[in-house]
């Protein structure tokens, strides 16, 4: 059985010492990351717009498929690998958390982090603040995480003229609206 190890972004918690490391199987943390991403989705499906011809329910008869297929495939993939461990089988292998600082964390690990957090942050704020504004606090935080502070200047240009290009090809060109900034007609 081989072992992977991960960094994880928090100090602290279980598995913290060298003598208490804690172990993951990777298929039962699959399993349920599936279950709660279908469960999601499942949820989500509730509010797609009913149909106003034919059958009201139509258009989210598939997506709810999807994410009851998601949600199955779960408990399938976690109760046939916890029947694994109880008989002694072989089981697939398992991650050992490793709990670090930020700092100490590896580039691409901090990537990852920043990158999700920095999508957490964008969802949450683009129809408050509307496209631009958010996307430039998105691409901004990405950029400036990529390049550092010492090219300021091109990261600040990239993202200002990415954001108000796609803003307005998209609104003027292709009619498609995208949320405006609030204080701004724009």
Known sequence: MRRLSIEWACTGGAGDTEEDPMFININILAGLASMLFGLVYMVLTLQIPHATIGNAFAPAIFPMMVGA???VSGIVLMTSELKKERSGGQTAEKIELKFH??????FENRMILITVLAALLYALVFNTLGYVLSTI???????????????????????LVFSVAVYVIFTQFLYIPLPA???VDL
């Open 137 to 159: 606090i998105f691409l901004g935080i990405l950029l400036f995480t990529l390049n550092g502070r010492k090219k300021w200047k091109t990261n600040l240009l990239v993202t």
């Open 101 to 106: 600082g930020f700092r100490t964390m590896r």
């Open 69 to 71: 297929a998601l949600f």
């Open 181 to 183: 900034m609030p204080f």
